[in-house]
């Protein structure tokens, strides 16, 4: 079977993580050529890279595109670090280039009620979870009849208690998606959100104690154990 990939350039933001990893390999294994990124993405050349299928050039492929691989240090609370990086067609060791494929991947969590949420980490949820896609849609160089996807999650049509940040935030990912499919839909660049469930990660790990209790059939027996949590 022909590779469904062969000769795309794929960028991942969150490529470092469980589910971006994830993604990458399948990608790779597909026949694109990756730009991964994270801010571990260094780390990550070590233990990930050897796990790539190798890219493999072939003729028709644009002089743009990078040749191989490459991990890319990103923090995406910078909104000038990708600027910097998507900004530009052309893939150079400061630039991702023109892709085919964008990933919006990163994300981090929340397990605290809205009450007991600092500022700081609203701002740092919706930054990393929210802003960082709003601004990549907004600089990556697409390719016509090139695809994006917004990683959201379940949470954002299903929300928990001790996540009503990281849920809006979701939820935005969606409206994000709807709206840029309407306007990317001219130059045939289909815009997509995952919705993904629980998928055991760092993140899921950190979030499992918190939302394993059973807060909504029971949440009313809870509230000694929720007081005894949260004091
Ligand atoms: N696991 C689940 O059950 C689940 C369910 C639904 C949706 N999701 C979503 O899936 C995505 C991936 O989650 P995961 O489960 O794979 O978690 P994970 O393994 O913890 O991965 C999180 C990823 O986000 C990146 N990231 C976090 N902060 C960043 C920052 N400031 N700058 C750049 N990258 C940053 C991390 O990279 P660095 O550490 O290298 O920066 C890492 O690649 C997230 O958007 C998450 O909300 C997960």
Redesign the pocket.
């Known amino acids: 079977m022909a590779s469904r990939l062969a000769g795309k350039h794929a960028a991942i933001?969150?490529?470092?993580?469980?589910?971006?990893?994830?993604i990458a390999k399948a990608f790779a294994q597909q026949g694109a050529v990756l730009s991964l990124?994270?801010?571990?993405?260094l780390?990550?050349q070590r233990t990930l890279g050897p796990q790539l299928t190798p890219y493999q050039p072939s003729a028709g492929d644009s002089s743009k595109a990078p040749t191989e691989h490459r991990f890319i240090k990103?923090?995406?609370?910078s909104s000038a670090d990708l600027k910097r990086l998507f900004s530009s067609r052309k893939a150079t060791d400061d630039a991702v280039g023109a892709v085919d494929i964008l990933v919006?991947?990163?994300?981090?969590?929340q397990t605290t009620i809205l009450k007991r949420t600092h500022d700081e980490d609203v701002e740092k949820v919706m930054?990393?979870?929210l802003t960082?896609a709003i601004l990549a849609c907004k600089y990556a160089q697409m390719n016509d009849k090139g695809c994006i996807l917004n990683?959201?999650?379940?949470?954002a049509t299903r929300p928990a208690v001790g996540a009503a940040v990281?849920t809006a935030a979701?939820a935005g990912m969606i409206g994000l998606t709807s709206a840029l499919s309407l306007e990317l839909a001219p130059r045939s660049v289909r815009v997509n959100a995952?919705?993904?469930?629980?998928?055991?990660?760092?993140?899921?790990n950190s979030?499992y104690a918190f939302f394993s209790f059973p807060w909504s059939s029971e949440f009313k027996s809870s509230i000694p154990w929720f007081a005894a949590h949260l004091s």
């Not at 990124?37 to 993405?41: D, I, K, N, P, V």
């Not at 919006?104 to 969590?109: D, K, Q, V």
């Not at 990683?151 to 949470?155: K, N």
């Open positions: 933001i969150g490529a470092t993580g469980s589910i971006g990893s994830s990124l994270g801010r571990t993405a780390d990550a990103l923090d995406v609370t919006n991947c990163a994300g981090i969590t930054d990393t979870n960082s990683v959201s999650s379940l949470m990281y979701k995952l919705l993904p469930g629980w998928v055991e990660s760092p993140m899921w979030m």
